[in-house]
């Protein structure tokens, strides 16, 4: 019904943003990922999802396609509700997700709030076809993997790096796919890339 909305951000909060689009105020329910691609003030333009309730119609704002099309399926799981796929949205990125489904990773999702053992493994079964489909890049998220990543990025904090610019290259340096990487090579790699 409604795509999405473009106005001058009237009210931002990590839970939602208040959108003046022509005199009408929207409110719209956003993603801790989407809260940190807001800017602060001015115009803004999110993605929507429109969603009809017994007792409420709610609008959910996402910043990018790949997260609206995330909670699209999501919702789709049985006894998984808009609330519900906010919270997992706002605990990992999109990929991550994809990422986590991909490889089955039920104890990644039963670190979410809300989230247990059979509701992890149901989301898993029934999206797993799902999003091998959609045009979404799954990180490499073998706990080695991330225990390299958390442990170089720890490093270069303390080498005075900005962590998010350490991420997207680290991120980057991994979706490359490299075997056997040490979290001294992957400093190295990311202190030359910046």
Partial sequence: MITHIDGILEEKNPAYVIIDVNGIGYLLYITLNTYSE?????RVR??????????????????????????????NVSGVGA???????????????VSAILTEDVE?????????????????????????????KHQ???SQDNTIKNEALSALAVLGVE???AEKIIDTILNKGEMEITVESLIKKTLKSL
């Fill in 163 to 165: 962590k998010k610019k």
């Fill in 46 to 75: 999110l993605l929507t999802q429109f969603v009809v309730r017994e007792d409420a119609q709610l609008l959910y704002g996402f910043s990018s396609d790949q997260e609206r099309k995330m909670f699209k399926a999501l919702i």
């Fill in 140 to 142: 490499i998220s073998h």
């Fill in 83 to 97: 609330s519900t796929a906010m919270l997992i949205l706002s605990s990992l990125k999109p990929e991550e997700l």
């Fill in 38 to 42: 807001v800017p602060e003030k001015g």
């Fill in 108 to 136: 990644l999702l039963k670190k979410i709030k809300g989230i247990g053992s059979k509701s992890a493994q149901r989301i898993i079964i029934d999206l797993k076809d799902k999003v091998s489909k959609f045009d979404i």
